[in-house]
């Protein structure tokens, strides 16, 4: 499985970004897809996650203002981030697991400056 990300970039606070990330080699409408972020000097959080059948779960430091959606014609999964804030910062990764093995995107830097 192929994960390419994009869409970071510098936005102000209170301002909005919509990440995508497109999927190749495997079928991609029975994947689960995550979305997580590492900050400089902490730890790879889990951001939001969605199921093979669109349910959706988010951490609760992105609830209200985070989306997660998939586009299962294009392979794509998408984060829309609104009321962005200077915490937000990080590098986002999209992430999927087959059997056991884990799949991860490049990673797309966010900025959120205050």
């Known amino acids: 499985v192929q994960l390419q990300a994009s869409g970071g970039g510098l936005v102000q606070a209170g301002g909005s970004l919509r990440l995508s990330c497109a999927a190749s080699?495997?079928?991609?409408?029975?994947?689960?897809m995550d979305w997580y972020r590492q900050a400089p000097g902490k730890q790879r959080e889990l951001v939001a996650t969605?199921?093979?059948?669109?349910?959706?779960n988010y951490a609760d430091s992105v609830k209200g203002r985070f989306t997660i959606s998939r586009d299962n014609a294009k392979n794509t999964v998408y984060l829309q981030m609104n009321s962005l804030k200077p915490e937000d910062t990080a590098v986002y990764y999209c992430?999927?697991?087959?059997?056991?093995?884990?799949?991860w995107g490049q990673g797309t830097q966010v900025t959120v400056s205050s």
């Open positions: 969605i199921s093979d059948g669109g349910r959706t």
């Open positions: 992430n999927t697991e087959v059997g056991w093995t884990d799949y």
């Open positions: 080699g495997s079928t991609f409408s029975s994947l689960a």
